[in-house]
């Protein structure tokens, strides 16, 4: 922690009197792990980055360039060795309600069937009753309510995540951090749960960052993606996506700045590859 | 795939079953064979080995009773079996306690580990004549006796268990800000379920042998007395009759355990797909 307050005297809160003040600020944030068989590790270079109230942004990158690093730290698993992240005003030092995290491969718990696994944020970390209501909507919402009785490894794994996605939303935060969500999934699946989540991203209208491998996925999704380095991870380019929504698989490839787009973003990280 | 897969599969578990029970059988059929030929045709002395038949009687003649007759199986087999069952929830529970309190703070495991370990390389049933002369010859040595015996298998199977969580599932309960206890009780614990039911397991079976040694020591009634008293007036057939009904009291306390474990821990082996890493 002392790292941190005398550190970045050029790391200053957002500020206020922008327009557009962002949801989430990322002031020079960088992560060193401790290790004790290679010394220190260097996960993740100083990052700025920005993420207004309502964006959708993928991250994409090479194995191990920290983009998981990025994401502990937004879900208050880890803490900045350097730099600061804004949430808001307020600075994000641990997990809060207000971040919700969809793990890889679902992450659910065998021992609990769908509805427990997505009432877990609910029942846990100071809470008391559980809002039933709250869990049913989610699961309308998600085409899971007759699964609800059912185990996780009674579901195929387009629905366990589903009930992942459900648990994340579980106590509605405002901003949703998602790794790897779909790389377990064959390719149609991974396809039918983009535009699911699309659906529920227009819907809900959450901050969502998105960490992916697939360069279609990550477009299909964001209205901002971000490039990452190999290790230690730094951001190498943020790209537009200007596709109107809602966003089609038939009709995405045809677009005219489809094309373009991934071949930057194919051309940033074979670069970076070659580089590292 | 899985077309073929499926009847290939079935016709494979089919003709491997049959012949289990068979070869069971056979077997049991083929050792008293063989166990009444060594009695006739070897003329061996029924104080060496009784005749299977004689084994039989001596089996029917306890069975054959008033359950509050003092020369039927029962009223021993019930002392035991509940000294057994005491002696396993003790040792059971301080062993899931002390597992817990191992796996949860560094500075428990450090403190119990090496006195664990070294419990654990003693053999523990020479410990049994102290613990009659501190207990009695009553049921309090039979139980303190196993419950030692059940404490140690279950201790250091809570603690390989509760150890063993995958750390995707920690992180889940750390980001949702979980207190220690919701993690412990919600995650943790279930985590280990199968382990600790594989400690419960062998604990049950080591609970019934510290009763029946903690008996052999001295006691008023038990198996391990039913035991030592035919011994005494070499009614070898006596000795084993009781030797088969606690090997049927030893299996059914197993299959218990196991079936218990079924019931908590249905989802396992089958939820293996959840929380890889990728």
Redesign the interface.
């Known amino acids: 922690m002392a790292t941190i307050a005398t550190s970045q005297p050029s790391a200053p809160a957002p500020s206020a009197g922008e327009t557009s003040k962002p949801l989430i600020a990322l002031r020079g944030v960088a992560k060193t792990y401790a290790s004790q068989r290679h010394g220190a590790l260097r996960a993740l270079d100083p990052v700025d980055l920005d993420l207004a109230d309502g964006d959708f942004v993928c991250v994409v990158g090479p194995s191990g360039c920290g983009k998981s690093t990025m994401l ?1 730290l937004l ?3 880890d803490v900045p060795t350097e730099g600061r992240i804004w949430l808001g005003d307020k600075i994000i030092n ?4 207000d ?1 919700g ?1 969809v ?9 609990m069937n769908v509805r427990d696994n997505i009432a ?2 609910l ?4 809470r008391q009753s559980v809002p039933e209501a709250r869990i049913d909507t989610l699961l309308e919402m998600t085409g899971l309510s007759e699964f609800a009785g059912r ?3 009674e579901l195929s ?1 387009g629905m ?1 995540q589903r009930a992942g996605i459900c648990r994340a939303l579980a106590r509605d935060p405002r901003i949703l951090l998602m790794d ?1 969500p779909f ?2 999934l064959d390719a149609l699946t991974r396809e039918r749960m983009n535009s699911e989540l699309q659906r529920l991203w227009l819907e809900a209208r959450k901050t969502v960052l998105l960490i992916t491998h697939s360069i279609s996925e990550a477009i299909f999704l964001a209205d901002k993606v971000v490039v990452m380095s190999p290790r230690p991870g730094r951001i190498l380019e943020c790209l537009d996506v200007p596709i109107p929504r809602p966003r089609s698989y038939d009709t995405l490839v045809t677009h005219p700045v489809y094309a373009g787009l991934a071949r930057e973003i194919r051309a940033r990280l074979t670069q970076a590859e070659a580089r590292a | 795939m899985s077309s073929i897969a499926a009847p290939v599969n079935s016709a494979s578990q089919r003709s491997r079953s049959v012949p289990t029970a068979v070869i069971t059988l056979g077997g049991l059929v083929a050792l008293i064979a063989l166990w009444q030929f060594a009695v006739t045709g070897l003329h061996l002395p029924p104080y060496i080995l009784p005749a299977p038949l004689a084994v039989l009687r001596a089996l029917w003649s306890g069975i054959a009773v008033a359950p509050s007759s003092p020369l039927g199986w029962y009223l021993p087999l019930w002392s035991t079996l509940r000294n057994a069952t005491f002696g396993f929830v003790i040792g059971s529970g301080f062993g899931l306690a002390a597992g817990s309190g191992m796996a949860e703070s560094a500075v428990i495991e450090r403190l119990l580990m090496p006195y664990a370990f070294a419990l654990q390389c003693l053999p523990k049933v020479a410990i049994a004549p102290l613990i009659v002369i501190w207990f009695g010859f009553g049921d309090g040595s039979k139980v303190a006796v196993a419950a030692l015996l059940a404490f140690f298998p279950v201790m250091i199977n809570s603690f390989t268990g509760l150890r063993a969580i995958e750390p995707e599932r920690l992180d889940l309960m750390k980001a949702l800000s979980a207190t220690r206890l919701e993690t412990y009780r919600l995650v943790k614990l279930p985590n280990a379920a199968p382990f600790i039911f594989a400690g419960l397991d062998m604990a049950v079976v080591y609970a019934l042998l510290g009763t029946i040694v903690a008996e052999f020591l001295g006691a008023q009634q038990g198996m391990g007395v039913v035991i030592t008293q035919a011994e005494a007036v070499t009614d070898v057939a006596g000795v084993f009759a009781a030797l088969i009904i606690l090997g049927a009291l030893g299996m059914a306390l197993h299959a218990l355990v196991r079936l218990a474990e079924k019931r908590v821990v249905h989802w396992s082996d089958r939820g293996q797909n959840q929380g890889g890493r990728a």
């Open positions: 502990r879900a208050g698993l641990g997990p809060s309600a971040v995290v793990f890889q491969a679902a992450n659910l718990l065998p021992w877990l944020p029942r846990v970390g100071g185990y996780p490894y794994g366990q790897e790389g377990a």
